[in-house]
């Protein structure tokens, strides 16, 4: 059985990330995307343990990663996700509430 990533000591992360960014770069050489999609959602979740949920605070908001223009506001961490909505470049806060791992999380705005 495996282990979870909640389970893995930081440097067990850190070897299981290197590891995927290997897995990434091959997938896009042959231009595989959806596995190339499915080992970047997997690196992000390893990545997502490597930081503090809380460094993370309810009512912020946040660039995302890899998703220019959009922000992200916080309404509550639950684990290593953050819970809360998308920003648009209008300002205007989508109306579905979604669970995001802090790890897409950038710069506090």
Not at 50 to 75: A, S, V, W
């Given at each position: 059985m495996e282990k979870r990533y909640s389970e893995f000591t930081v440097e067990e992360l850190r070897d299981e990330v290197s590891k995927l960014k290997?897995?990434?770069l091959k997938a896009e050489q042959v231009g595989n995307i959806s596995e190339y999609a499915i080992i970047e959602r997997k690196m992000q979740m390893a990545l997502a343990y490597?930081?503090?949920?809380?460094?993370?605070?309810?009512?912020?908001?946040?660039?995302?990663?890899?998703?220019?223009?959009?922000?992200?506001?916080?309404?509550y961490i639950n684990g290593v996700?953050?819970?809360g909505h998308r920003i648009n470049l209008l300002g205007q806060k989508y109306d579905k509430q979604e669970a995001l791992p802090i790890s897409v999380l950038g710069n506090k705005k």
């Open positions: 290997e897995k990434l490597t930081l503090n949920p809380k460094d993370y605070k309810k009512e912020e908001t946040y660039e995302l990663q890899g998703d220019p223009g959009q922000t992200f506001q916080i309404d996700f953050a819970w």
